[in-house]
């Protein structure tokens, strides 16, 4: 179902009729913090693994953390549209932002 105009806001109104846009109504405040990736690595024993020379225990996270201005209309500031910022066109779509990852690895060596 599509919304009537009588049930936008004011400034949806004003943002979707070319005759009032102003360039300014385009322009949102885009700070951003992320933390992308974080590791810590440490050495595991050798004595808790039988017959192993060395072992290793790394735990990262990717996408972990994330702030983001709350006037910024979309979910994230570095998901754009399907031309990035190269397009002649600039446009706010909303793309799923990209998931956290968590990961733990055992290197082991014999």
């Known amino acids: 179902m599509t919304p009537k105009i009588d049930q936008a806001t004011a400034l949806q109104t004003q943002r979707c009729t070319p005759s009032t846009t102003r360039s300014d109504y385009w ?15 440490i050495p595991v024993p050798a004595r808790y693994i039988s017959g192993a020379s060395s072992a290793r225990l790394t735990l990262s996270g990717h996408n972990i953390w994330k702030w983001v201005n709350k006037d910024f209309p979309a ?19 909303e793309h799923v932002p990209p ?5 733990m690895s055992l290197r082991v060596t014999f």
């Open 75 to 93: 979910l994230d500031p570095e998901t754009g549209n399907n031309a990035g910022f190269d397009s002649k066109v600039r446009s706010l779509l």
């Open 99 to 103: 998931p956290a990852l968590y990961m």
């Open 27 to 41: 322009i949102y405040p885009a700070d951003y913090f992320k933390v992308r990736d974080v590791s810590v690595s």
